[in-house]
């Protein structure tokens, strides 16, 4: 190994690289092997539908049928109409970055005076692996951290073209209704949007570019299969108006749940319709809410066909799995009240805050306790660009430390989701 020391480890910085950087696909199989929310959304994905170049995230969703279908008489005539359904959804490239760096002293004192060849290349991987675990560390971090930001007061930061930050979950999935919808109760814009993606939702816009809402009680007194009941007149701080929520307990509003986010296609032309698959699917929710969930499962074991281990360990409903998410322990993307909490059975007019979020057990929330995120990944996509695919760029001298090389790693890439409706979230409200 001719030259410096740290002229030869740049060159070895330079020259070789983890699979992670070098094949698209590689780079989702090493994510999916951790536990993070973030690396399930790329699961059994293909580089082609993660992937994609151009200036900016497209796809076309079609939202209405503009139904031709009729009945006829022979001899009739007929109006025929060329009906435009489809619309366009899209959103912008975000720009993430994340470097390696390493001093003239690392290298020098790896080496060691007079060490021999395999010594030295010992040093160097050695070196070199702990610089990418800990860059590799960062970066899923940073997109873990990136798929919980809240969305109150960042509009402009993830909607707009000239913002920084990439779409996060809470964008998507909204737990305040947006009350005057013509689909139902159904999730809108976070508080202070107008629009998700350049789609309007509700009466002025697409009805169907909402979320799905089940609620269940918090009350101490409610028990986990309380059936559904109607309450009218609960506060929707989204518009300072009231609206009808049926409310239960955690099964029950589960079971509302999974048939709200359960599209399935008919058994004949299944070509032109998306088809219904659990393995995308998921149910991401807090410590609390896993535990919550645990303790209802117990409750109700001795009506269970068959007896098992009490502690739970890897619950699911229907085939869906509850998968713990670390950062919903502490992520603060609930609304808030100015005033007190909203209770269904009372009338509760306050003003909540749409430029700061609170965390689910925070007491000046809306609404207090576990939140359950309904997530099919099968319409949410982290999407890369393929020019920018966790680039790794040449060694560079920092200029104000000349004793200073940084190795940087590159990505474009945004949070793409084309189906609104069929994510959901469960959420408390408390009835008395």
């Known amino acids: 190994m001719a030259g ?22 590689s ?19 293909t580089s082609e539908a993660t992937v994609q170049g151009g200036n900016e995230i497209r796809d076309v969703v079609m939202f209405d049928d503009a139904s031709t279908y009729d009945h006829y008489l022979p001899n009739d005539t007929f109006n025929w109409r060329n009906n435009q359904v489809l619309d ?10 994340d470097h390696m ?46 798929l919980w930001q809240t969305p109150f007061g960042n509009y402009s930061e ?27 109760v159904r999730g809108g814009a976070p508080l202070g949007w107008t629009n998700v993606m350049n789609l309007a939702n509700g009466t002025t816009g697409e009805a169907r570019w909402t979320n ?62 998306e088809k219904a698959t659990l393995n995308r699917q998921m149910i991401l929710c807090s410590r609390l809410g896993l535990n919550q969930y645990k303790q209802a499962l117990r409750a109700s074991n001795d009506t269970l066909v068959s007896y098992q281990d009490a502690a739970y360990g890897s619950p699911s409903f229907s085939g869906i799995e509850l998968m713990y998410c670390a950062n919903l322990d502490t992520a603060a993307i609930y609304p808030k009240f100015t005033t007190a909490r909203r209770i269904a059975s009372t009338t509760n007019v306050g003003t909540s805050v749409s430029t700061a979020g ?28 393929a020019s920018r695919y966790f680039a790794k760029h040449d060694v560079m001298r920092h200029p104000n430390q000349p004793f200073t090389y940084v190795q940087v790693v590159d990505c474009w890439w945004n949070l793409f989701c084309n189906s609104r409706q069929r994510q959901g979230i469960v959420s408390p409200i408390q009835t008395a």
């Open 101 to 146: 760096a390493w001093t003239d002293h690392e290298v020098e004192l790896n080496g060691g005076e007079g060490a021999g060849r395999d010594y030295v290349k010992s040093q160097y991987k050695r070196l070199k692996k702990s610089k990418e675990q800990r860059l590799w560390t960062s970066l899923l971090n940073g997109f873990e951290n990136d």
């Open 27 to 45: 780079v989702i199989n090493e994510a999916v092997k951790n536990t993070y929310a973030f690396s399930r959304l790329l699961k059994e994905k």
């Open 158 to 184: 993830m909607e707009g073209a000239g913002g920084k930050l990439p779409y996060s979950l809470p964008a998507f999935i909204s737990e305040l209704p947006d009350s005057s919808n013509p689909q139902g």
């Open 212 to 273: 799905q809402i089940s609620n269940y009680d918090t009350k101490a007194a409610a028990t986990a299969n309380d059936k559904l009941t109607s309450y009218a007149g609960v506060y929707n701080p989204r518009d300072n108006t009231t609206y009808t929520a049926l409310i239960g307990g955690l099964m029950t509003a589960f079971d509302d749940m999974f048939l709200k986010c359960d599209f399935q296609p008919p058994s004949t032309r299944q070509e032109y319709f």
């Open 4 to 25: 410096s020391p740290i002229q030869t480890f740049n060159d070895f910085m330079n020259a070789t690289g983890p699979a992670y950087l070098t094949s698209a696909d």
């Open 88 to 97: 366009t959804v899209k959103c912008p490239w975000r720009f993430s970055i």
């Open 358 to 385: 609170v965390t689910e057990s925070d007491t000046t929330g809306v609404d207090v306790g576990a939140r359950y995120w309904w997530v099919n990944g099968n319409y949410l996509t982290p999407v890369y660009h």
